[in-house]
């Protein structure tokens, strides 16, 4: 799998991180998918490449298997490289960033 790199950032696709996820947690699809709470197809066409999951659902399926995430973005405006750390507590409780109501 070919990695792209802009202005020195690395970018990984939603199909990268889930197979990375899986291959280092040696989970099957069904496996992560139960970890995670979401359908065994969502896992599988998030790896082909036949949808684009939000944010808030490649956390919930990072958090399933036991990762964190490290987010980081390049401002178009500073043009700065920035980050953001998400972790297991971020949001708890609010509704917020857990993927249920990402448009």
Do not use: C, N, W
């Not at 799998?1 to 947690?25: D, Y």
């Not at 969502?42 to 490449?49: A, N």
């Not at 999951?53 to 490649?58: A, C």
């Amino acid at each position: 799998m070919a990695e792209r790199r802009r202005e020195g950032a690395l970018l990984t696709t939603a199909a990268q991180i889930l197979v990375r996820i899986r291959a280092e947690r040696e989970l099957s699809m069904s496996s992560l998918a139960v970890l995670a709470g979401v359908p065994t197809s969502t896992i599988s066409r998030i790896e082909s490449g036949q949808i684009e999951p939000t944010f808030g659902m490649i956390r919930r399926i990072a958090l399933g298997a036991g990762y964190h995430l490290h987010l980081q973005y390049y401002d178009l405006f500073s043009g700065k490289l920035e980050d953001d750390v998400v972790g297991v507590g971020a949001a708890e409780g609010t509704g917020e960033g857990d993927g249920e109501d990402d448009p």
